[in-house]
């Protein structure tokens, strides 16, 4: 069984920073894409970043792009977003998630993912 847990979300000004995290049990985590996704009040689940298993791919949300970097560390087990020039409208709940399969090609689509964990909250106040 695979378990992910993210940590790191919290309260913040606008235009400041925060470093998600997420911790992934399992001896395969570096054959995996790993993804992040955002869910913000009564707001369906959107894709925000993902990288490829071999960390050398990553792919972005036109909304994130230039202000978030996904990155990963498969000594770890770990996949991190850095978000910067944080705006109101990223308040969200954030969470990772794993692509579906090992070796497979990067992707926005959700049901490509198996594992998700818990989220951790994201408020990013005006």
């Known amino acids: 069984q695979v378990q992910l847990v993210e940590s790191g979300g919290g309260l913040v000004q606008a235009g400041g920073s925060l470093r998600l995290s997420c911790a992934a049990s399992?001896?395969?985590?570096?054959?995996?894409?790993m993804g992040w996704f955002r869910q913000a009040p009564g707001k369906e689940r959107e894709f925000v970043a993902v990288?490829?298993?071999?960390?050398?791919?990553?792919d972005y949300a036109d909304s994130v792009k230039g202000r978030f970097t996904i990155s990963r560390d498969n000594a770890k087990n770990a996949v991190y977003l850095q978000m910067s020039s944080l705006k109101p409208a990223d308040t969200a709940v954030y969470y990772c998630?794993?692509?579906?399969?090992?070796?497979?090609?990067?992707?926005?689509?959700?049901?490509?993912?198996?594992?998700w964990g818990q989220g951790t909250p994201v408020t990013v106040s005006s």
């Open positions: 990288i490829s298993w071999t960390g050398s791919s990553t």
């Open positions: 998630a794993r692509r579906r399969g090992p070796y497979g090609s990067s992707t926005r689509y959700q049901t490509a993912y198996d594992y």
């Open positions: 399992g001896r395969t985590f570096s054959t995996y894409g």
